[in-house]
């Protein structure tokens, strides 16, 4: 049944990059060197390691630079999206989310070596071997994880699926996301249990036990703050409204913990468990808080003029930083390559918003509006950076800045200054549509941030500060308060970045009503949350800003529901006050239409990159529907698995909440 191909692929030939010798850990592109068969396939250690590293998805692959929360609150582009106007966010008639593409690929793996497995038929070093196929566990669930954030309920599936119509109906079945999250942490555990403490390759360019723990710890916390922020409606199961319940095969489905408060306390102490093994083990990279953009005279080349925390994001060899517990290698030499140095280099194509600069607390940990704060104003980079967080004075461009650049193998040597924001983009080549500019990542290096050539630092997959971070939140969501471990590492990453530890101080001196006007986390279900839970929130974001982490976690948070009513500005730096002057007036043009370059000043001191022209769809702010929370399935899928092809009723799938069976059509509410 060919066109149920998203739910099996018929294997035929399987072909599959066999990588020989000591490259083979190696985290880099490879052309495929040999093909097999199936049945003569997976019998011995370099054929498990070949298969599962050829598994490592896009997502281990990052090319680009640390811009991943693009189209959120924090970061913004030139362009909006969709998703922010109601009625634009469509079903689409085939393709989407709905896939199994990656599942039946983990499926055909563990069905086919488990059995040799266990028979003990598979040839290699015993570790190894097992770690192998602890990999694979872990890619089963990690796709299936992408499935959960999608789409919410999901179907389970074990095995590698015949190409048979009525199997893949009856496996078309969605079980409820909570369901589906267990059959993820199951499939964690398993990767725990086989996997090395240490990748094999000793750079941890492969998979490793931390790695496990830390996305179990992940996914806990996400199932748990989901169903805790999203109970009682159509979005959890036996909520108001949820479509499960239509279905027989869900009508009495019951929680294993009883009842829904259960599941939140189960995952919430999975996420603790999980994140605690990562925190208790792994030590944060030491941030000496020297600012890598200097004078002339500085020399990169000397250990103690470099920070330990900026390089760890902008290395080519991300091994020595023990805190990175994935990265991808790339080779200049094997043409395997990165556009990250250009991103970064030339803006990206993403900055900063106003909202999150403002978010970074003042190094006394203060928020800059408190009495005593000693903020400076925003009038330019250089004063809002003055006595901030370590991470926004670290990171955040100033104009004028020299951008030191090392000696190459060559001898070359130069020092260009960090230019004017070109928010314009009259350079052509340049993409800083906030104004804000970023430099996490910045290798300083010249030669990595041409267009033409490809950069080659590393990118980073997993950092251990994710579960110093997850530990503090699901400690505080499931006891009201924060255990001593939970306050340690708060002050550890706290310290890191500069700020006073004393994080009770920050806390007193929070106005929720001031936080709500620029950071969207400062509500869930439309409501403002507690000042101990918006910091915990706060720093997760300074912390994580660009590694693509903000668009799960307002999900999860049900952070948007406020947008149904109350349309939302996206604001980047002021415009018009100071750094006016930094441009020629007769570029600064508004209120010509579609030949406008900036913001009138009428509406704001700060440039609204989507107030510049009256016909953009958002022009009046970004607003929301709760159906956006989840992905629509596509109708192709309703189709295929209905009992004539035609009547979509008939079908075991069921849509998500507020999106209708009909393709081209926007949500419902």
Not at 50 to 57: E, F, L, P, V
Not at 557 to 570: L, V
Request: glycine share 8%; proline share 4%; net charge neutral.
């Amino acid at each position: 049944m060919k066109s149920i191909a998203n739910i099996t692929i018929k294997m035929g030939v399987i072909l599959i990059a066999i990588l020989f010798n000591s490259c083979q850990e190696d985290f880099l592109n490879r052309a495929p060197l040999s093909t097999v068969t199936p049945e003569n396939y997976l019998w011995d250690e370099a054929q498990l390691s070949a298969y599962t590293i050829n598994r490592y998805t896009s997502d281990f692959t990052v090319y680009g630079a640390f811009n991943l929360d693009r189209n959120t609150d924090v970061q913004a582009t030139r362009g909006y999206s969709n998703i922010y106007a109601p009625g634009q966010y469509k079903v689409p008639q085939s393709g989407g989310d709905w896939s199994f593409t990656d599942i039946y690929s983990c499926n055909y793996f563990l069905q086919t070596v488990l059995p040799r497995w266990k028979e003990g038929k598979i040839t290699g070093n015993v570790d190894n071997v097992n770690h192998y196929i602890g990999e694979m566990y872990f890619l089963r669930g990690w796709a299936y994880f992408k499935k959960l954030q999608a789409l919410g309920d999901f179907p389970i599936i074990r095995s590698a699926l015949p190409d048979d119509k009525q199997v893949l109906t009856e496996a078309s079945k969605r079980a409820p996301m909570n369901e589906v999250a267990r059959f993820i942490i199951s499939d964690l555990d398993s990767a725990t249990m086989l996997m090395k403490s240490v990748s094999p390759d000793g750079k941890n360019n492969r998979l490793s036990k931390p790695c496990a723990q830390l996305i179990k710890s992940r996914v806990a916390l996400y199932t748990a703050t989901w169903l805790k922020y999203f109970k009682s409606t159509a979005f959890v199961p036996n909520g108001q409204g949820w479509p499960g319940k239509d279905k027989d095969y869900n009508t009495a489905y019951t929680f294993p913990s009883g009842n829904i408060d259960g599941e939140i306390d189960f995952f919430l102490s999975q996420a603790m468990d999980a994140s605690k093994a990562v925190a208790g083990s792994v030590l944060l990279v030491e941030n000496s808080m020297t600012q890598q953009l200097q004078t002339a005279n500085w020399d990169f080349a000397v250990a103690s003029d470099a920070n330990p925390y900026c390089r760890m994001f902008s290395q080519e060899d991300m091994s020595p930083y023990k805190e990175v517990l994935l990265w991808r290698q790339f080779s200049q030499a094997q043409g395997v390559t990165n556009d990250i140095g250009y991103s970064i280099q030339q803006g990206g194509g993403c900055g900063w918003t106003k909202g999150f600069a403002d978010n970074f607390l003042m190094k006394n940990g203060l928020p800059i509006y408190a009495s005593g704060s000693g903020y400076a104003g925003d009038d330019s980079t250089a004063l809002m950076n003055q006595n901030r967080d370590g991470r926004c004075w670290l990171f955040l461009t100033e104009r004028g800045q020299m951008n030191i650049v090392y000696p190459n193998a060559a001898g070359d040597h130069s020092t260009p200054i960090v230019l004017t924001p070109d928010f314009m983009n009259l350079l052509g080549n340049h993409d800083q549509p906030t104004g804000y500019v970023s430099n996490k990542g910045n290798n300083f290096d010249e030669k990595q941030g041409s267009q033409y050539t490809g950069s080659y630092v590393g990118s980073i997959v997993f950092r251990a500060v994710e579960a110093y971070l997850n530990y503090i939140e699901a400690s505080y969501e499931k006891n009201g308060s924060l255990d001593g471990t939970a306050k340690s590492y708060w002050e550890q990453i706290r310290a890191r970045a500069g700020v006073d530890t004393d994080f009770q101080k920050t806390i007193d001196a929070t106005d929720m009503s001031k936080e709500a006007l620029n950071n969207w986390s400062a509500y869930s279900a439309g409501k403002l949350i507690d000042k101990t839970l918006y910091n915990i929130r706060r720093e997760r974001s300074c912390e994580l800003i660009g590694e693509g982490f903000r668009w799960m976690d307002l999900r999860r948070w049900r952070a948007m529901d406020q947008m149904i009513t109350t349309p939302y500005h996206i604001e980047g730096f002021k415009i018009w006050g100071p750094m006016q002057y930094w441009y020629n007036a007769s570029d600064l043009k508004y209120g010509i239409g579609d030949k406008s370059t900036v913001s009138d000043p009428a509406l704001s001191p700060y440039l609204r990159l989507y107030q510049k022209t009256s016909t953009a769809l958002v022009y009046n702010g970004y607003k929301w529907a709760m159906a956006h929370y989840l992905s629509p399935i596509a109708v192709q899928h309703f189709l295929i698995t209905s009992g004539d092809g035609a009547d979509v009723t008939t079908s075991p799938i069921y849509q998500n909440p507020g999106w209708p069976i009909q393709a081209d059509m926007g949500a419902t509410f």
